[in-house]
């Protein structure tokens, strides 16, 4: 039934445009950049249940980061829809939602009312966020000093916290030392549980997709390639990757 739908994508196509230079030192020549128009995702359709886990796997280049953004509204559709159904979307990814000349704390907030929360409701989880994250003294420093660890920690920590209808997940939690992939992974797997929330996961990673994914898409530049069921699609993926290493 159509009430009991979180995110519903129809149709979508997705290209933006690539230069290409032949040469460094004339990088800045426009004479020598060549402009390739990027068909990143191409006719996409799918939907997302309330509640639902939903994972996307794929070659990298596929299209999974573009269609992340776009669901975010980061990227603007060529043609197809969108719909969210009235749910708020946040997108958990390195390099994306933070000011880098703002602390980490300060980010914290800003993200908190991108969000739609209040001032009032980001300082009640602020102190959870900051001790999640671990990130000690650093949550003073600007964004731009951290590494990428730091920042997925940071990002998993404000999104696991200041949550919204429908999440979106790129990779961030394969980023970082064992321990907090560990304590992520638990974090998530709480999110997951309590069915409040319904998440689209891009991973490569086999065992995350496998043990907290209801249902699977894989997409081949661009392309839906195949859905269902995790196991059922993952196998198929897994045989498709095992034929091209032994090309």
Not at 11 to 26: H, V
Not at 106 to 125: F, H, P
Not at 133 to 140: K, P, R
Not at 186 to 215: F, G, P, W, Y
Request: charge should be negative.
């Amino acid at each position: 039934m159509m009430e009991d739908q979180a995110l519903t994508v129809s149709n979508l196509n997705i290209s933006y445009a690539a230069f290409r230079s032949k040469r460094i030192r004339n990088l800045f020549s426009e004479r020598t950049k060549d402009v390739e128009s990027i068909h990143a995702v191409k006719d996409l359709s799918f939907s997302l249940s309330q509640g639902e886990v939903l994972g996307v796997v794929g070659l990298n280049g596929s299209g999974k980061t573009t269609l992340l953004r776009a669901i975010a509204g980061i990227f603007s559709p060529d043609s197809g829809t969108i719909d969210l159904h009235g749910n708020r979307a946040s997108l958990m990814a390195l390099g994306v939602g933070f000011d880098p000349e703002l602390t980490g704390r300060e980010n914290i907030i800003l993200s908190g009312m991108m969000y739609g929360y209040t001032g009032r409701e980001v300082r009640e989880v602020l102190d959870e966020i900051i001790s999640f994250s671990e990130l000690g003294n650093f949550i003073e420093y600007p964004v731009r000093t951290y590494s990428s660890g730091m920042h997925s920690r940071l990002s998993f920590s404000v999104t696991s916290f200041l949550k919204t209808d429908i999440m979106l997940v790129d990779e961030v939690i394969s980023v970082g030392d064992a321990h907090f992939k560990e304590k992520s992974r638990a974090r998530m797997q709480e999110m997951i549980d309590d069915k409040k929330h319904s998440v689209v996961l891009v991973s490569h990673d086999e065992e995350l997709i496998r043990n907290t994914c209801d249902r699977v898409i894989w997409l081949d530049h661009g392309s839906l390639k195949m859905e269902g069921q995790t196991g059922v699609v993952l196998s198929g993926y897994y045989d498709f990757l095992a034929g091209c290493e032994g090309v």
